[in-house]
């Protein structure tokens, strides 16, 4: 941990602790999408310069090495701009659709590196997330009354669309104030509150319930938990009462590994699945049959992308992709090709070398934080922040929501820190 006096670290925290808690101001201002990158890179810069300066710093200042993780986030979002450039020259692209392609990178892709490495340089405390999370919590339980008023008093969908849109970004939702949508065929209504649509909504709300599990203030952990609570059940994201259900306690049960108690109580556990295989098979089956058809024009839309995606791929650009985002055709609703999932997002824009930049940098931050979450709690806070990551990106493309769940980030890179220092403790 950081001397109280070391000005990064200060500065670091209150820069978080500030973004977090003018979400609502940002998101009616239509900044939310520029705050995110901008804090990325202005941590990144402060931990550039820490690093820098390292040599020079007392030793209670002076941060751990980066370890294994970030090295990986950095490898791997640093490689994805490589590949950028790689498949841009081979698609033939000139110079100014690669300049905007890299700006892309630098909102998206590169925010999954940064966050993590500036966490874990700058010693943020993870503590500063929690309250956070929190306060912003409180202020949401104020507004949500509002949100759910909206459609039966008349309100619009969408208020504005902030004029910052002008910056660019991926569409105007990412800059539009939006109270609510109508669900098409059911006729009712749904809310994303300040994310650019429901499903990311839920996203947060993931993230932030984790989050606020860990706050020790009772007062403080009920605003955040019933805040998150709301936003995942008020946006219907099947994903994000999946993820609710099944993250925590699994990112639990792995911390509790290394006890002896738990695998004499696993043993009846699993002899019990064995014989009751083949009905938790077919319940699986209709369970998620039941999870398709509960919207099935959206599981049949995203199914089709993804047969586009990986048709496509695997005939036209196998190694680095097609450079850029294509839309599909009137089956798809004219949807970009792999939106919706990462993976057939990456293997159609990057081919397979995008695909691993992601897979390995993942992979390794899931085994360092399920490893030390057998000896500590931040690993496993770290864990169920890499498990939502890599369930989502079944379901968003994981770059292009990272201005929101960054804080998610930052707390991967502060585990990430623990690691080393339990390595070399």
């Known amino acids: 941990m950081a001397a109280p006096t070391d000005p990064c670290h200060a500065a670091a925290e209150r820069l978080i602790a500030l973004a977090i808690g003018s979400t609502w101001l940002l998101w009616l201002t239509g900044g939310l999408y520029i705050a995110g990158p901008a804090l990325g890179w202005i941590l990144a810069a402060l931990a550039a310069w820490k690093l820098y300066a390292a040599p020079y710093l007392p030793a209670e200042q002076r941060p751990a090495p980066l370890g294994p993780v970030i090295w990986a986030f950095l490898i791997?979002?640093?490689?994805?701009?490589?590949?950028?450039?790689?498949?841009?020259?081979?698609?033939?692209?000139?110079?100014?659709?690669?300049?905007?392609?890299s700006v892309g990178w630098a909102k998206g892709w590169a925010l999954i590196a940064l966050f993590p490495f500036a966490a874990a340089v700058l010693n943020v405390r993870a503590e500063v997330i929690y309250r956070a999370v929190c306060k912003l919590g409180a202020q949401t339980l104020v507004l949500i009354p509002l949100f759910i008023a909206a459609p039966y008093i008349g309100l619009p969908e969408t208020l504005w669309v902030s004029p910052l849109k002008v910056i660019g970004g991926s569409g105007p939702e990412y800059f539009a104030v939006t109270l609510y949508t109508i669900e098409p065929g059911a006729g009712t209504p749904r809310w994303q509150f300040f994310a650019p649509w429901s499903p990311a909504a839920g996203l947060v709300a993931v993230v932030y319930a984790i989050c606020a599990a860990e706050e020790k203030h009772r007062g403080w952990k009920f605003c955040g938990l019933a805040a998150a609570l709301a936003i995942a059940l008020l946006s219907q994201s099947r994903l994000a009462l999946v993820a609710l259900l099944v993250i925590w306690p699994f990112a639990f049960g792995v911390s509790r590994l290394g006890k002896a108690w738990i695998w004499w109580a696993a043993a009846p556990a699993v002899l019990a699945f064995a014989l009751l295989a083949p009905m938790l098979i077919d319940m699986a089956s209709q369970l998620a049959s039941d999870f398709s058809s509960a919207r099935a024009d959206s599981s049949r839309?995203?199914?089709?992308?993804?047969?586009?995606?990986?048709?496509?791929?695997?005939?036209?650009?196998?190694?680095?992709?097609?450079?850029?985002?294509?839309?599909?055709?009137?089956?798809?609703?004219?949807?970009?090709?792999?939106?919706?999932?990462?993976?057939?997002?990456?293997?159609?824009?990057?081919?397979?070398?995008?695909?691993?930049?992601?897979?390995?940098?993942?992979a390794v931050a899931a085994l360092s934080t399920a490893r030390l979450s057998l000896v500590q709690p931040m690993g496993r806070l770290g864990f169920a922040m890499v498990l939502v990551m890599l369930l989502y990106s079944f379901g968003e493309n994981l770059e292009m929501l990272a201005y929101l769940y960054w804080p998610a980030l930052v707390l991967i890179g502060i585990a990430a820190r623990h690691a080393v220092l339990q390595r070399s403790a």
Request: charged share 10%; no cysteine.
């Open 76 to 101: 791997g979002m640093g490689a994805m701009q490589i590949i950028l450039l790689v498949g841009h020259a081979t698609n033939g692209f000139g110079v100014g659709q690669t300049i905007k392609s």
């Open 301 to 362: 839309v995203r199914a089709t992308l993804g047969r586009i995606a990986i048709e496509r791929w695997q005939n036209e650009a196998p190694w680095f992709g097609h450079g850029i985002v294509e839309a599909g055709p009137h089956i798809v609703e004219y949807m970009p090709i792999g939106s919706h999932h990462s993976w057939y997002g990456l293997v159609f824009v990057k081919g397979i070398t995008g695909l691993l930049a992601l897979a390995i940098p993942l």
